[in-house]
């Protein structure tokens, strides 16, 4: 009669002639993480950027508001302080703009740079990698070889 063989003791076995290397993972790992903590950078950079324009954009409005709001002496004066208020509106959202422009502009050029440095990196590591592997496979087959 036939005997039939042990499954789990054959995956074992062929699963122990194909090394595995942990450290390649484990530097991918930190790769994957040092690339995230830059890229958490540069967006909590763009972020404080924007909010300090924000932040210096809405008190010029309202410092030009309370011109705007005091008592005048004639109604006509009510039409030109609001016709300032718009005119000097209008200027300084451009300018502002034309700042947060700049910020989306420079999270951009870093976005790219860094997706850039990690592109070559990861390719640097796969072609380590590979070589390894296959330096460890033609050990691995020259030692099963020999056995035989």
Same mark, same amino acid.
């Given at each position: 009669m036939a005997k039939t063989q042990d499954m789990n003791t054959m995956m %074992?076995?062929? #699963?122990? @002639?194909?090394p595995v290397d942990t450290k390649s #993972?484990?530097? @991918?790992? %930190?790769?994957?993480?040092? !690339?995230?903590?830059? !890229?958490?950078?540069? &967006? !909590?950079? +763009? =972020?404080?950027k924007s909010a300090e324009i924000s932040s210096a954009w809405t008190k010029s409005t309202l410092e030009k508001m309370q011109d705007m709001a005091k008592a005048k002496s004639e109604p006509a004066d009510y039409a030109k302080a609001m016709s300032e208020f718009a005119s000097s509106?209008?200027?300084?959202? +451009?300018e502002h703009m034309a @700042?947060? &422009?700049e910020v989306a502009k420079k999270v951009q050029m870093d976005t790219v740079e860094l #997706?850039?440095?990690?592109?070559?990196?990861?390719?640097?590591? =796969?072609?380590? +990698?590979?070589k390894k592997a296959t330096d460890d496979m033609? +050990? &691995? &087959?020259?030692?099963a070889g020999t056995k035989s």
């Open positions: %074992k076995d062929m #699963m122990g @002639a194909f #993972m484990e530097d @991918a790992f %930190k790769n994957q993480a040092a !690339l995230s903590e830059k !890229l958490s950078g540069v &967006a !909590l950079s +763009a =972020a404080e509106n209008a200027e300084v959202t +451009a @700042a947060f &422009a #997706m850039m440095s990690a592109g070559r990196d990861m390719q640097e590591d =796969a072609s380590k +990698a590979v033609s +050990a &691995a &087959a020259k030692k």
